[in-house]
């Protein structure tokens, strides 16, 4: 076919404007309502946090923010939700740790996780070790030893299959070289109750929720399941001081997108994230909540999400592990 001048300046006036409006589009993100999807139900730190997010990102961006909550099937409905959704940063997944572990735990996935991509990672929520003030233990080298002393080892509380206290129990069992049985209950007040009445030995729990019985004196801290110390209650060792280098475990929410979401609009929405998480008023109401801001840009919250599931999924392959 030959190509007419006429028939060219018409391709043009054509492919021109829809190449322009395309750009415009990208270029006002966000210029209309954005749905932020929780993998849990409302009052939990996810959906709290996340609703600080809305609010924040609301204000700096002129734009409303909304949380949309689709709790189940250890997140992957909400998971499934964004991968299928369209790639235009108006659908973003506050992403947790059970995203690492799905596809270990429950075998193959109605998404494809190539379709979801990193944003930022936000904040983690530390990891404690917590036993009853009445157990005849009182630090952990005691717990340990009294696991090795009787025949069936430990007994830990997690709040749920497959959560990250779950596998931090079953990896301070693996690291300690005593034997273990990790009960899951539905929730923390469940595993709560059981402690207290002396019939598990221990739980792994984020602060908040455990603080009231802490202050009361009706828990112990024995330490943090953390690099570090955790600035939300500083007097607790980690586990890693205490001679288990290898118990590093939190829970971690972060931001994804669908994978076909153009770069333009994603490097938008990470930078409105970032300014976010540097505020102090934020970090403030977060740690409020038991969490720890862990900002990081796309590329490192990526690389993050390969390093735990590459550690989970061979503790849960080792351990034998299955998802509810």
């Known amino acids: 076919m030959i190509m007419t001048r006429r028939t060219l300046l018409g391709t043009l006036a054509v492919s021109l404007p829809a190449v322009s409006l395309s750009a415009r589009a990208e270029d006002a993100w966000p210029s209309r309502l954005v749905r ?3 993998p849990y139900g409302p009052g939990g730190s996810n959906d709290i946090s996340l609703r600080l997010f809305a609010d924040e990102l609301g204000r700096n961006l002129h734009q409303q923010f909304i949380v949309e909550n689709k709790p189940g099937a250890g997140t992957r409905i909400a998971n499934d939700l964004v991968a299928h959704a369209p790639g235009d940063g108006y659908t973003l997944l506050y992403v947790a740790a059970p995203y690492a572990t799905a ?5 193959k996935l109605t998404y494809d996780r190539k379709d979801l991509q990193t944003v930022a990672m936000a904040v983690i ?8 003030a009445d157990a005849p233990f009182k630090t952990l080298p005691e717990l340990i030893a009294y696991g090795k002393s009787k025949p069936d080892g430990l007994t830990f509380a997690s709040p749920g299959a497959g959560s990250q206290p779950q596998l931090a129990g079953e990896l301070l069992f693996r690291d300690a070289g005593v034997k273990g049985l990790n009960i899951p209950f539905r929730g923390d007040a469940a595993s709560y ?3 207290l ?7 792994l729990t984020a602060l908040p929720t455990a603080l009231p019985y802490i202050q009361s004196g009706n828990f112990t801290v024995l330490g943090v ?3 570090e110390r955790s600035a939300l209650y500083p007097q607790a060792p980690t586990l890693r001081e205490q001679g288990f280098s290898n118990v590093i475990a939190a829970g971690w929410f972060g931001f994804m997108v669908p994978t ?4 333009s609009v994603v490097d938008r929405i990470q930078a409105a994230i970032l300014r976010v998480l540097d505020s102090a008023d934020i970090k403030q109401k977060l740690s409020a909540q038991g969490l720890e801001v862990h900002a990081t840009t796309a590329a490192e919250f990526s690389r993050f999400i390969d390093a735990e599931t590459h550690k989970w999924s061979a503790l849960i392959r080792d351990a034998g592990l299955k998802g509810e």
């Open 193 to 195: 109750t059981e402690l």
């Open 225 to 227: 399941a953390s690099s």
């Open 125 to 132: 929520a530390p990891l404690f070790l917590i036993i009853s």
């Open 36 to 38: 932020l999807i929780s």
């Open 260 to 263: 076909k979401t153009p770069q």
């Open 103 to 107: 596809e270990a735990l429950f075998g």
């Open 197 to 203: 009445a002396g019939r598990v030995d221990a739980t």
